[in-house]
């Protein structure tokens, strides 16, 4: 049997905040991921879709080590990640890489490109001369389409989408196996980020990439993403693959973020069903009982403030944790 080559069993990543008023009740608890399991293949693009706030960045970070784990497994093929020095982190990381959600921000002001893209190397691959690190440099510039005379430039100089691509051009710089882009293109424009996807996804049929894909837009999901997750209040609602999911989504959730997908033809968009999020998204640190969706789900009922539903497979992949699933 292969093994996945990413697995993650039951991930919790809280954070514990002071009480507050004048007697300073008990620290509070934040759940920003609470449970969540999944794993990744060689060559797959998993998508994490969920509004703002449903944990799906605190996700990305505790699996890259970067905040505090709770409890919970994380599996790089065979080797455990949860609970390694920042020695063996370190060295980890040249497998597993990020790209992160602001271009201009990620980047070091004072840096040039060159400096930038060749700064993973220096960290991991300490073994390579400085000839070898500008030639790997200038490779990797032309596969994500910088031009060679821009390599001297500092990030203000270039645009939302030339920025990003010098972002991915430094998390692949040193061949990672794994590459998470946490929302790499709600900053940008339509037209950009229709290039930034194809790029990714030239990319990932070039190098060999697994990818998290992480979005709150699920048209975008759509065309990069072989499996979904659907994220909730820090849980996992609702998992699939990509065709099933749009064609058959099965949890309220998933259906009203589907639903707000706009259409082209004005025509349809202005006659199509409407099953539009009500309320707002609740707090992490006082979350509903038993079903976290249940204040804002058209189904909701009393079982559902009592029991947590389970997830259960509905159909070959598809699994749904809700109590009234279609």
């Known amino acids: 049997m292969t093994l996945p080559l990413l697995r993650v069993d039951d991930l919790r990543v809280w954070f514990t905040l002071p009480g507050e008023g004048w007697f300073r009740p008990a620290p509070r608890v934040l759940r920003a991921v609470d449970g969540v399991s999944f794993e990744l293949s060689e060559g797959e693009t998993l998508g994490i879709v969920g509004e703002s706030g449903c944990g799906k960045s605190t996700l990305a970070r505790g699996i890259l080590g970067l905040v505090p784990v709770a409890g919970g497994d994380i599996r790089l093929g065979r080797q455990q990640l949860k609970g390694l020095s920042r020695k063996a982190m370190r060295l980890t990381r ?35 001369s400085k000839k070898d690190r500008n030639l790997l440099v200038q490779q990797m510039m032309e596969r994500v389409g910088l031009l060679p005379n821009q390599i001297n430039r500092y990030p203000h100089e270039f645009s939302g989408g030339q920025c990003q691509r010098i972002g991915i051009a430094r998390a692949l710089i040193v061949a990672p196996k794994v590459l998470i882009c946490d929302e790499p293109v709600s900053a940008l424009d339509v037209s950009i980020q229709a290039q930034i996807i194809n790029l990714l996804m030239d990319l990932q049929q070039e190098m060999g990439l697994s990818m998290m894909f992480i979005a709150h837009d699920l048209s975008v999901v759509r065309q990069i993403s072989h499996r979904i997750v659907v994220m909730y209040l820090g849980k996992i609602v609702e998992v699939s693959d990509r065709d099933s999911l749009y064609r058959h989504p099965r949890h309220p959730y998933t259906k009203a973020l589907i639903n707000a997908i706009p259409i082209p033809d004005p025509d349809i968009e202005r006659t199509k069903q409407r099953d539009h999020l009500v309320g707002d998204l609740p707090s992490p640190l006082d979350p509903p009982s038993g079903c976290t969706f249940r204040t804002r789900c058209p189904k909701a009922s009393g079982l559902c403030a009592e029991q947590v539903p389970l997830a259960e497979e509905k159909a070959p992949g598809h699994w749904v944790a809700c109590h009234f699933s279609s």
């Open 94 to 128: 040249q497998q597993i890489q990020i790209v992160f959600q602001d271009p201009l921000a990620s980047l070091d002001p004072r840096m040039t490109v060159r400096e930038i893209i060749a700064e993973p190397l220096q960290a991991l691959r300490r073994d390579l």
